[in-house]
């Protein structure tokens, strides 16, 4: 059994509120703990090898994800202070092409050094077969364009601080490449997997993310409303005389939240029922997060009920006239 150390902390206050503190005092609390309130706490959830091995790889991903646009804004940031015009060539930073590209060239000088034919071998290179054969010359022209320079000495510093950024987003991306072909096949092969694949907006990456973090011990969960609790899709009340507040929840599965947030804007673009859900609560006043909240909170019941029955989503069943027509 895991016990929260904030719960403890307010356990140990039923003992003495003077704030003292001991290893036997602390045995004595646990001991009180597990003697009156043990059916408060739940057990540690009894996880299979596969889903666990699904986490491992699910977490390193996402860790490496993360990584990148950490990166890539840093990057971003620097190339704004000396060489804006590589930002106009390349909006999204992360792609091979912007990596083989500033790395042959990090300053506006070495760009202005490029000729087409040097940028077309940079385009083979980073693995660009089908451009147009005027996209070499449209680089050229937004690499050379008109802007404000740093001086020599700092703009040849601020070139070597951009390769290396550069190289470390180039192994970046290799790594979760990588990953990516781990963890597809680690998750193809969890007996859950095609049910959690059948929902809409959630793949191989999210689909192996959400899995991973709510685990397949079927006791874990007694009611969709503890998936909700865990992913922090669901507010939280406080309430005290005539107060009541209705509160975003900050205590949740972090991780889960994110993948959950990502999946509820990738089920808008997938399910008709998902997308009329989000368009009523948008138009009900909901801001974009807080309407995405909802329609996650929606989501996670149809994940439970097709976990709990073992069967695969269906969408005039997950989101039946009547209920379109109440959101």
Known sequence: MSINPKAVDRYRDRHAVSGAKSDPGD???????????AGRHRPLPADSEQVAAVAVLARAHQDAVWTQWRDAGRLRSLLREF???????????????????????????????????DLNRLLRAAGRRGFRRSEPGRLRAALTAEQLRQPAAVETAMGQAVQSIVRTLAATGQSIAELETALESTFEQHPDAEIVRSLPGLGVIGGARVLGEFGDDPTRFADAASRRAYAGSAPIT????????????????????????????????????????????????????AALRRLAGKLLGQLHHCLSAHQLYQEDQAWPPAQADAA
Not at 246 to 273: E, I, K, M
């Open 238 to 289: 406080r309430a005290s005389g005539r107060s009541r507040q209705v509160l975003r929840r900050r205590v949740r599965n972090r991780r889960l939240a994110d993948a959950v947030r990502w999946w509820a804007f990738a089920a808008t673009q997938h399910s008709p029922g998902a997308r009329a859900y989000y368009q009523a609560r948008r138009a009900a006043g909901d801001r974009h997060e």
């Open 27 to 37: 045995a004595l609390v646990l001991a009180d703990l597990l003697r009156t309130d």
């Open 83 to 117: 060489f804006p015009a590589a930002l106009t060539a390349f909006p999204n930073l992360t792609t091979r092409t912007a990596a083989t590209v500033l790395a042959a060239a990090p300053t506006p000088a070495a760009a202005a050094e490029l000729t087409d034919a």
